[in-house]
């Protein structure tokens, strides 16, 4: 028997399960051993070897190899030997770069892997869906991504979207009970759910029936393998303008070589250094560099608790312009507690704080046992009923599984004396309408004791108000008439203005055997109970954020479903929202066309009682006054605007799958001021590779002049061919990398954000570039001619002038790249890893000039302690002198 023919005790022995507790450790253990994980297996990896050998397959790369095979043949054994090691170590780097990146990519994947709820040891859990195994009992709602294949157990209203199996995208209502056909299809399946499928409407139980690649979605798993590694913006910009400097440095070092023979050098020796030089010259590792940075940088941000789930998102999260953020949970704590309860025009206070059940109730200064209080007693009954909220608590702590409002009614209940279990006895649930944040409503069916049943619904006072066409008033039923609507007005009004967010609570006797089917016909003609208010204390650091991301000209909206008076005190102690800023709500929205809202958008800094929906319009419409949109959301409907929005943000607790699945980043603690560090982390990163690239393409244009200009001038070779290969591994690389590891300037955060037009030279990177490559150059050979001229027949001591003078240029020049004003704004000591690497380039060059061993390796000699007072001084020039005043321009 299948199991979807099985009933569910069947089911439950086959599986050797238990319904009510889940699986126990031991037997996840024993399982998990036979089964394996829950994961589809991956596509063919590149392996190891390949990649090593890819970072030879360069064409210079090769030319040089050629060209050293050749002096091999011709004798020169050692020149050979070390250009051939110097490319190998070239190689190496190039091989631990990438993988670095790939390693630092595949985690995050991993960490932006979907969570399931689970069932064990009695206990529901949220675990890596990997960690599924056959038996588990697993819970999902709408939003969620079924993480193995099921078979249901329990269904409200359960509704999955199975396309990415059937190619059906309408959504196939699920049960709960056992189906018998003949020849069934995946389609048919209605008790059974399958991994990867969405839940698109209500909720549901199932017991784990297939994981892994024995899932239906396992099965056509090869046909899933997307191996799409996406690049970003600058990656591109960066891949076509490595084209052209290739070219450039090409052309360069052919001028180099054809002036060297021209000018009666040996056509060999030429040949070998301008090959050395177009393998020096060329930026080839610029793209692996600049994915280590992006990659570092993401690791960054997990420690800031943000997950980057799109390369891209990096580079447009230091553009962003506007934040629009949900307020319930991400600017607030989302633990809520009802301090304040309202019925027939009386009102309550209760007092305890956070999930703690206890507390007391008062009537003005009087305690009062809600027991006594008919009204009263119903609005905290009915509240409870009309709940899924667990009460739990660890060592000290209470919290709440399920949704938070739900656990503020909850415990508002208990501190009453009233329980779910007691209620249980008295009403029986028949059907439910699932809460959803455009009806902003939810609603039971409940039958009590006497056979009696009715319509219990709670949800925003305004949009209930609306449904009702009675109150309960001083223990009576009246009919709703304006002058009853006031006062319910004035104390929601009273209760928003005190930041609260509220809750309405209303019920409809139901005739016997009348059947209502949708929720259209189930929420109308209420009778008012009454409202429990609630506070949910703003996160302490969110006003911080708020002040810093004002500052770096990035505005913060707050999109809230929540009343526009509560919504309005919220903002305002936050400093979101200010004098001359408007307040929109979902009916201005629904009245606005696009034109009209992106004629105010701009003014306005709260908008309330929105649906999911019009957050669509409102990116849209920022994005139509150009502005770079990062937009918050964790529902089912909240995706279509994170996935429009330029940066698509979900929660990582709260979120859907669905919404992470659409957004770019994702915040592991559901929290505003996160925002603002991955922002800050954002504009660094682009900093930081604006930085290097600085670096290195100025060390390199320093290196071609050097040659061409002494070419030019009719002299020797400034520099061996090993040592500008040498100056290319050791002097560009590691400090280089290490740039990409600065930490930000303390401006970072007050400039406007970046244009994402602008381009990669934009702001006077490309005259720092020439201008210090430039004087890098002219120096170097400066250093050489002096030397040369002393001495003429002592080549190599003017080489190693030369080399010493080059390496010491760019190592000093390297500190001036930290800054975007002058070397002199930032400490040195400020990043380490420079020191360091700067430290070892130097240790470095003095081993291959003073090691005799080496010295015949790199055709290197001593130098006169004497000269060191001229190398120092020359290539300390470009950068504080010349590069100090002269030549540097004013950026902003
Ligand atoms: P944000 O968009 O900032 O997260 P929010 O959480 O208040 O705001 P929704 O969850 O859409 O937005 O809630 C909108 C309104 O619906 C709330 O103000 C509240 O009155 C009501 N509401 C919220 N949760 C429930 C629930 N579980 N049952 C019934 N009504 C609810």
Known sequence: MKFHEMNKRDVEDHLKTNFQTGLSSQEVEKKRKKFGFNQLEEGKKQSAILLFFQQFKDFMVLVLLAATFISGLMGEYIDAIAIISIVVINGCLGFFQERKAEKSLQALKEMSAPQVNVLRDGQWLKIPSKEVTVGDILKFESGDRIGADVRIIESVNLEIEESALTGESVPVTKTDHPIHVDHVSLGDLENMAFMGTLVTRGNGVGVVTAIGMSTAMGQIADMLQNAETMMTPLQRRLEQLGKILIICALLLTVLVVAIGVMQGHDLYTMLLAGVSLAVAAIPEGLPAIVTVALSLGVQRMIRKRA???????????????VICSDKTGTMTQNKMTVTSLWSGGDTWKVTGTGYNPNGQFYAGENVVHPSDEKSLYQLLTFGLLCNHAELKRKEDEFYINGDPTEGALLVSALKAGLTREGLRKQFTIEKEFPFDSTRKMMSIIVKDSHGKRFVITKGAPDVLTEKSTAILWQ?????????????????????????????????????????????????????????????????????TAVKECREAGIKTIMITGDHVITAKAIASTLGILRKKDQVLDGKDLNQMSLEELEEVVENVSVFARVSPEHKLKIVKALQNKGHVVAMTGDGVNDAPAIKAADIGVAMGVTGTDVAKEASSLVLMDDNFATIKSAIKEGRNIYENIRKFIRYLLASNVGEILVMLFAMLLALPLPLAPIQILWVNLVTDGLPAMALGLDRPEENVMKRKPRNPKEGVFARGLAWKVISRGFLIGITTLIAF????????????YAQTVAFATLVLAQLIHVFDCRSEKSIFSRNPFGNMYLVWAVLSSFILMFVVIYVPSLQPIFHTVYIEPRDWLLIFGLSALPTFLLAGSLFSRKTK
Not at 307 to 321: D, F, M, N, W
Not at 491 to 499: C, P, R, S, T
Not at 501 to 524: H, M, N, W, Y
């Open 307 to 321: 997950i980057v789930r799109k390369l891209p998102a990096v580079e447009t999260l230091g553009c962003a312009s």
């Open 475 to 543: 223990k009576r039923s009246e009919v709703f008439t304006s002058e009853y609507k006031q006062e319910v007005q004035a104390a929601i009004e009273g209760m928003a203005a005190n930041a609260l967010r509220t809750i309405a609570v209303a019920f409809k006797p139901l005739s016997q055997g009348e059947s209502l089917q949708d929720d259209l016909e189930i929420e109308k003609d209420l009778t008012l109970i009454g409202l429990q208010g609630m506070i949910d204390p703003p996160r302490p650091e969110v006003k």
């Open 785 to 796: 001619m002096i030397t040369y001229k002393q001495n003429p027949d002592h080549l190599e």
